[in-house]
Protein backbone atom coordinates (compact mmCIF):
# COMPACT_ATOMS: atom_id res chain seq x y z
CA UNK A 1 0.00 0.00 0.00
CA UNK A 2 1.07 3.69 -1.26
CA UNK A 3 0.19 4.84 2.50
CA UNK A 4 -1.69 8.50 2.90
CA UNK A 5 -1.14 10.39 -0.02
CA UNK A 6 -0.96 14.44 0.04
CA UNK A 7 -0.74 16.95 -2.69
CA UNK A 8 0.59 19.29 -2.89
CA UNK A 9 3.75 18.62 -0.65
CA UNK A 10 4.46 22.36 -0.47
CA UNK A 11 2.57 25.20 -0.99
CA UNK A 12 3.03 28.98 -1.15
CA UNK A 13 0.18 31.50 -1.94
CA UNK A 14 -0.63 34.94 -0.91
CA UNK A 15 -2.88 36.18 1.46
CA UNK A 16 -6.54 36.42 0.37
CA UNK A 17 -5.88 33.51 -1.79
CA UNK A 18 -8.12 30.18 -1.77
CA UNK A 19 -6.05 27.10 -1.02
CA UNK A 20 -7.16 23.60 -1.25
CA UNK A 21 -5.12 20.93 0.32
CA UNK A 22 -5.98 16.66 -0.82
CA UNK A 23 -5.69 13.74 1.46
CA UNK A 24 -6.02 10.00 -0.16
CA UNK A 25 -6.14 7.78 2.87
CA UNK A 26 -5.21 3.83 2.94
CA UNK A 27 -7.56 1.97 1.43
CA UNK A 28 -9.74 0.10 3.73
CA UNK A 29 -9.70 2.79 6.46
CA UNK A 30 -13.15 4.45 7.64
CA UNK A 31 -11.45 7.11 9.86
CA UNK A 32 -9.96 10.39 8.51
CA UNK A 33 -8.04 13.15 10.10
CA UNK A 34 -6.92 16.88 9.38
CA UNK A 35 -3.93 18.14 12.07
CA UNK A 36 -2.37 21.29 11.53
CA UNK A 37 1.18 21.64 13.33
CA UNK A 38 3.12 25.05 14.49
CA UNK A 39 5.65 25.46 16.71
CA UNK A 40 3.56 27.84 18.67
CA UNK A 41 0.39 25.20 18.87
CA UNK A 42 2.17 21.98 18.48
CA UNK A 43 -0.04 19.31 16.37
CA UNK A 44 -3.94 20.53 16.26
CA UNK A 45 -6.85 18.07 15.05
CA UNK A 46 -8.96 20.43 12.98
CA UNK A 47 -11.80 17.88 12.09
CA UNK A 48 -12.01 14.26 11.71
CA UNK A 49 -14.45 11.95 9.52
CA UNK A 50 -15.99 8.37 9.78
CA UNK A 51 -17.59 6.34 6.83
CA UNK A 52 -17.31 10.32 5.08
CA UNK A 53 -19.39 11.56 7.80
CA UNK A 54 -17.73 14.94 9.80
CA UNK A 55 -18.19 13.73 13.47
CA UNK A 56 -16.14 16.00 15.24
CA UNK A 57 -14.81 19.96 13.52
CA UNK A 58 -14.45 21.50 17.58
CA UNK A 59 -10.88 22.03 16.24
CA UNK A 60 -11.87 24.10 12.62
CA UNK A 61 -10.37 27.22 13.63
CA UNK A 62 -12.72 29.26 12.19
CA UNK A 63 -15.57 29.56 9.13
CA UNK A 64 -12.58 30.41 6.38
CA UNK A 65 -11.60 26.41 7.12
CA UNK A 66 -14.20 23.91 5.55
CA UNK A 67 -13.64 20.13 4.77
CA UNK A 68 -14.82 17.79 2.83
CA UNK A 69 -14.99 13.79 1.91
CA UNK A 70 -17.21 13.01 -0.70
CA UNK A 71 -16.06 9.64 -0.60
CA UNK A 72 -14.15 6.73 1.12
CA UNK A 73 -10.58 7.75 -0.83
CA UNK A 74 -10.53 11.32 -0.92
CA UNK A 75 -11.03 14.37 1.23
CA UNK A 76 -10.08 17.94 1.07
CA UNK A 77 -9.31 20.92 3.41
CA UNK A 78 -10.13 24.46 1.92
CA UNK A 79 -8.85 27.92 3.37
CA UNK A 80 -10.53 30.80 1.95
CA UNK A 81 -9.43 33.21 2.04
CA UNK A 82 -6.27 32.39 3.51
CA UNK A 83 -4.15 34.41 5.72
CA UNK A 84 -0.38 34.47 6.76
CA UNK A 85 -1.62 33.35 10.28
CA UNK A 86 -2.74 29.70 8.27
CA UNK A 87 1.11 28.83 7.73
CA UNK A 88 1.83 25.35 8.95
CA UNK A 89 2.01 22.26 8.22
CA UNK A 90 -1.00 20.37 7.69
CA UNK A 91 -1.21 16.45 7.81
CA UNK A 92 -3.87 14.20 7.11
CA UNK A 93 -4.24 10.70 8.53
CA UNK A 94 -6.12 7.94 8.73
CA UNK A 95 -7.09 4.54 10.76
CA UNK A 96 -9.28 1.50 11.08
CA UNK A 97 -12.02 0.64 13.17
CA UNK A 98 -10.72 -1.84 15.59
CA UNK A 99 -7.11 -0.98 14.98
CA UNK A 100 -7.12 0.33 18.40
CA UNK A 101 -6.88 3.93 16.70
CA UNK A 102 -3.73 3.81 15.48
CA UNK A 103 -2.99 6.24 13.20
CA UNK A 104 -1.32 6.22 9.83
CA UNK A 105 0.11 9.62 9.05
CA UNK A 106 0.64 11.45 5.24
CA UNK A 107 3.72 13.36 4.62
CA UNK A 108 1.98 16.34 5.12
CA UNK A 109 1.62 19.96 3.68
CA UNK A 110 3.92 22.85 3.96
CA UNK A 111 1.84 25.97 3.51
CA UNK A 112 2.83 29.20 3.41
CA UNK A 113 0.72 32.42 3.23
CA UNK A 114 2.80 35.34 2.42
CA UNK B 1 -5.13 23.72 24.86
CA UNK B 2 -2.78 20.65 25.07
CA UNK B 3 -3.90 17.38 27.20
CA UNK B 4 -0.36 15.79 27.22
CA UNK B 5 2.42 17.55 28.44
CA UNK B 6 5.67 15.85 27.32
CA UNK B 7 9.32 16.46 29.25
CA UNK B 8 12.08 17.25 28.71
CA UNK B 9 11.42 19.44 25.79
CA UNK B 10 14.59 18.18 24.31
CA UNK B 11 16.67 15.68 25.24
CA UNK B 12 20.63 14.99 23.79
CA UNK B 13 22.34 11.49 24.89
CA UNK B 14 25.09 9.73 23.31
CA UNK B 15 24.75 6.31 21.08
CA UNK B 16 24.26 3.52 23.43
CA UNK B 17 22.83 5.33 26.13
CA UNK B 18 18.89 5.18 27.56
CA UNK B 19 16.45 7.54 26.68
CA UNK B 20 13.46 8.29 28.68
CA UNK B 21 11.00 11.10 27.95
CA UNK B 22 7.71 11.78 30.23
CA UNK B 23 4.00 12.33 29.18
CA UNK B 24 1.18 13.66 31.63
CA UNK B 25 -2.43 13.86 30.71
CA UNK B 26 -4.93 15.89 32.23
CA UNK B 27 -8.42 13.55 32.33
CA UNK B 28 -9.14 9.94 31.92
CA UNK B 29 -8.24 8.08 29.04
CA UNK B 30 -9.37 5.21 26.97
CA UNK B 31 -5.38 4.41 25.81
CA UNK B 32 -2.40 6.44 25.16
CA UNK B 33 0.05 5.90 22.49
CA UNK B 34 3.46 7.07 21.67
CA UNK B 35 4.39 8.52 18.39
CA UNK B 36 7.70 9.17 16.49
CA UNK B 37 8.23 12.29 14.26
CA UNK B 38 11.50 12.72 11.87
CA UNK B 39 12.15 16.35 10.52
CA UNK B 40 10.22 16.94 8.26
CA UNK B 41 7.96 13.94 8.05
CA UNK B 42 4.44 12.61 9.03
CA UNK B 43 4.39 11.22 12.99
CA UNK B 44 5.17 7.07 12.96
CA UNK B 45 2.47 5.00 15.21
CA UNK B 46 5.06 3.60 18.16
CA UNK B 47 3.38 1.33 20.48
CA UNK B 48 -0.20 1.90 22.27
CA UNK B 49 -1.23 0.88 26.27
CA UNK B 50 -4.35 0.92 26.75
CA UNK B 51 -6.24 2.36 30.30
CA UNK B 52 -5.96 -1.23 32.14
CA UNK B 53 -2.33 -1.83 31.05
CA UNK B 54 0.46 -0.83 33.38
CA UNK B 55 3.84 -1.54 31.04
CA UNK B 56 4.08 -2.69 27.25
CA UNK B 57 7.44 -3.99 25.44
CA UNK B 58 8.12 -3.46 22.00
CA UNK B 59 11.73 -4.35 20.45
CA UNK B 60 13.74 -1.52 22.67
CA UNK B 61 10.45 0.38 23.63
CA UNK B 62 9.08 0.30 26.77
CA UNK B 63 6.07 2.31 27.79
CA UNK B 64 4.90 2.54 31.13
CA UNK B 65 1.48 4.11 32.34
CA UNK B 66 0.61 5.52 35.62
CA UNK B 67 -3.68 6.05 35.43
CA UNK B 68 -3.61 7.30 39.24
CA UNK B 69 -0.57 10.08 38.76
CA UNK B 70 -1.86 10.65 34.94
CA UNK B 71 1.32 10.05 33.50
CA UNK B 72 3.49 7.79 31.01
CA UNK B 73 6.57 7.36 30.15
CA UNK B 74 8.74 5.75 27.17
CA UNK B 75 12.10 4.21 27.39
CA UNK B 76 14.46 3.78 24.34
CA UNK B 77 17.10 1.43 25.26
CA UNK B 78 20.37 1.60 23.45
CA UNK B 79 20.07 4.27 21.58
CA UNK B 80 20.81 4.54 18.14
CA UNK B 81 21.58 7.81 15.69
CA UNK B 82 18.49 6.99 13.63
CA UNK B 83 16.23 7.41 17.22
CA UNK B 84 16.96 11.04 16.49
CA UNK B 85 13.66 12.31 16.38
CA UNK B 86 11.10 13.99 17.99
CA UNK B 87 8.42 11.78 20.16
CA UNK B 88 4.52 12.56 21.04
CA UNK B 89 2.09 11.04 23.24
CA UNK B 90 -1.17 10.92 22.34
CA UNK B 91 -4.72 10.41 24.66
CA UNK B 92 -8.18 9.10 23.73
CA UNK B 93 -10.89 9.58 26.30
CA UNK B 94 -13.81 6.14 25.62
CA UNK B 95 -16.14 6.39 22.85
CA UNK B 96 -14.44 8.92 20.65
CA UNK B 97 -11.51 8.55 18.13
CA UNK B 98 -10.69 11.91 19.05
CA UNK B 99 -6.66 12.33 19.52
CA UNK B 100 -4.73 14.71 21.53
CA UNK B 101 -0.92 14.86 21.10
CA UNK B 102 1.06 15.96 23.57
CA UNK B 103 3.66 19.05 23.05
CA UNK B 104 6.58 16.90 22.46
CA UNK B 105 9.90 15.59 23.10
CA UNK B 106 13.13 16.37 20.81
CA UNK B 107 15.34 13.47 21.25
CA UNK B 108 18.88 14.13 19.55
CA UNK B 109 21.53 10.95 19.70
CA UNK B 110 25.06 11.79 19.12
CA UNK B 111 27.33 8.92 17.61
Known amino acids: DAGVIQSPRHEVTEMGQEVTLRCKPISGHDYLFWYRQTMMRGLELLIY????????DSGMPEDRFSAKMPNASFSTLKIQPSEPRDSAVYFC????????????FGPGTRLTVL | SQQGEEDPQALSIQEGENATMNCSYKTSINNLQWYRQNSGRGLVHLIL?????REKHSGRLRVTLDTSKKSSSLLITASRAADTASYFC???????????FGTGTRLKVLA
Open chain 1, 49 to 56: FNNNVPID
Open chain 2, 90 to 100: ATTTSGTYKYI
Open chain 2, 49 to 53: IRSNE
Open chain 1, 93 to 104: ASSRTGRYNEQF
